[in-house]
């Protein structure tokens, strides 16, 4: 067994070098996936809340459907969620709009699992690398003697190269998967604002237009 090891990390660092390649750029595919999600997603939430709650304030349902339309990020899907379950009561709103949260979060967080991964564990791999690297020099230092000490010291100065380029991938990932996680934390967050406010609006007994465009509309659809 020992022997069969032995080979292995004789090989040197050479197919780690490839496998860190290999994670870089799959890293750069993932962050760049993750930025045009993220871009597509982008809102200015203080003024949607405005209009939306300007809208319900007016209990103009048809306005604050078309703001939610034409908002294309999760907040407004969620809240877009709510307003269609509007006439099934609070308790039904609240279960739609969570469940539609917990959809786009789950959309969201798509392959942020492999930034995280390889900024933690890139690095060991690139240590890995070196020392495979090492085992191989002083390997070569035994079968060479002492005139292969200059040979030796080469390729120690090779093998230090993965610990490097295994820094050099965990950097950037791990810089990506903290600038998403905080993204995705303030869309969870504004969401959950939305959600609150569509609850204050459907419990608060002192709030009749709202209830009264409800009531208006739900007695159309009947007549229909």
Do not use: C
Not at 1 to 8: D, N
Not at 76 to 81: E, M, Q
Not at 99 to 110: A, F, H, I, K, N
Not at 119 to 129: D, I, K, M, W
């Amino acid at each position: 067994m020992t022997e069969v090891f032995k080979k292995i990390a004789l090989v040197g660092d050479v197919w780690v070098l490839w496998l860190l390649l290999a994670a870089s750029v799959l890293s750069l595919g993932v962050i760049f996936e993750r930025w045009w999600v993220f871009r597509k997603n982008q809102l200015n939430f203080p003024e949607f809340l405005d209009k939306l709650t300007g809208a319900l304030e007016a209990g103009n349902l048809k306005g604050a459907r078309k703001i939610v339309e034409e908002a294309p990020a999760i907040e407004a899907r969620v809240a877009a969620a709510g307003l269609r379950n509007l006439f099934k009561g609070s308790v039904s709103v609240e279960e739609a709009m969570t469940s539609r949260l917990v959809l786009e979060r789950s959309s969201l967080e798509t392959n942020l699992i492999i930034l995280g991964t390889l900024g933690n564990n890139a690095p060991f791999v690139g240590l890995f690398g070196t020392v495979l690297g090492i085992i191989k020099a002083f390997n070569d230092l035994s079968v060479s003697g002492s005139s292969g000490v200059t040979v030796v010291m080469a390729g120690i100065s090779s093998a230090l190269i993965a610990t490097a380029f295994g820094i050099l991938v965990a950097i950037p990932a791990v810089v990506a998967n903290n600038a998403f996680q905080s993204s995705l934390r303030k869309k969870l967050a504004n969401s959950q604002s939305i959600i609150h406010l569509l609850q204050l609006y459907l419990k608060d007994e002192g709030v009749g237009r709202l209830r009264q465009a409800i009531a208006a509309e739900l007695d159309e659809e009947v007549r229909i």
